[in-house]
């Protein structure tokens, strides 16, 4: 999907249960692949919504002592002032939108379609909907941060989507992502797009890691997602790991040897993401 349009395999998929109507657009994680994530999707899915998990490619990353792994872009390193593959986040970025795009022309609005991910993929996805020309119902950025952040104004008047809804979640005890980031990441976007669209929740005592379970209680948060339409926003209340034992973790099939050795493998959040109507 990134780099080179032919590196990575056709995204997981899972259809909508009827006539597609809207959808969403899922990023996984360094190391990762998108078939967790639309295992997860396939549990919990509304049936007008089509799922998308695409796949990054297979790439050294510098992070990783060069190591090859799906990879979004290269990562250089974990500090706020580390240097940032601008080349290949914007290449990425591209990519994404031509997904976009492509939904587009398979009939689904652009501004019924979510864009979403989790630490790199969430990272790519903000910077995508920040980019894009085509209007989104929003975003879902879990434990990430917002790449190239020096590269935007203060104010994103003209952007298509200064008025998009976004719901970023981050555990405060993340080690990969520090908490900080997260934090640092909202406040930037608050002076980017709209601020009342902005929703951040914090996880006490969640690491660079998930429970997958979604408890049965979801808030509804009234929305507009495009020219004063209705809509609603349907957010998830993901499960705080304690370590009691309590959340039993789905692993992914496609793991990558460096999360596991990191101990820091991505769960697949069973998140029953916003809902378009």
């Given at each position: 999907m990134c780099g080179n349009n032919m590196s990575a395999p056709l995204p997981a998929i899972v259809p909508a249960a009827r006539k597609a109507t809207a959808a969403v657009i899922f990023l996984h994680g360094l190391g990762d692949t998108g078939h967790g994530w639309a295992e997860a999707f396939a549990g919990i899915r509304i049936p007008h919504v089509k799922y998308i998990c695409p796949h990054a490619p297979i790439m050294p990353v510098t992070l990783n002592m060069r190591m090859n792994m799906p990879s979004w872009f290269d990562i250089y390193g974990l500090s706020p002032n580390a240097n940032e593959d601008e080349a290949g986040i914007k290449r990425a970025s591209e990519n994404i939108k031509a997904l976009i795009d492509q939904e587009v022309k398979n009939g689904i609005p652009s501004h019924r379609i979510i864009l979403g991910g989790f630490s790199q993929g969430g990272a790519l996805s903000l910077y995508t909907a920040l980019t894009t020309q085509q209007k989104l119902a929003g975003v879902?950025?879990?434990?990430c941060w917002l790449p190239l952040h020096k590269s935007f104004p203060q104010a994103a008047a003209n952007s298509a989507n200064k008025d998009m809804h976004v719901l970023q979640c981050h555990g405060d005890a993340d080690p990969l992502v520090p908490y900080a980031f997260g934090i640092q990441t909202a406040e930037k976007m608050k002076?980017?797009?709209?601020?009342a669209n902005i929703t951040f929740k914090s996880y006490r005592g969640l690491p660079h890691s998930a429970c997958p379970e979604v408890r049965v209680g979801i808030r509804k948060k009234k929305g507009t997602f495009d020219r004063g339409v209705p809509s609603e926003m349907l957010f998830a209340s993901f499960c705080v790991f304690?370590?009691?034992?309590g959340c039993q973790a789905i692993h992914r099939k496609a793991a990558s040897s460096y999360q596991r050795r990191m101990?820091?493998?991505v769960s697949a959040h069973l998140i029953n993401i916003n809902r378009v109507l």
């Open positions: 879902v950025a879990l434990s002076g980017l797009i709209n601020p304690t370590g009691n034992g101990n820091t493998s």
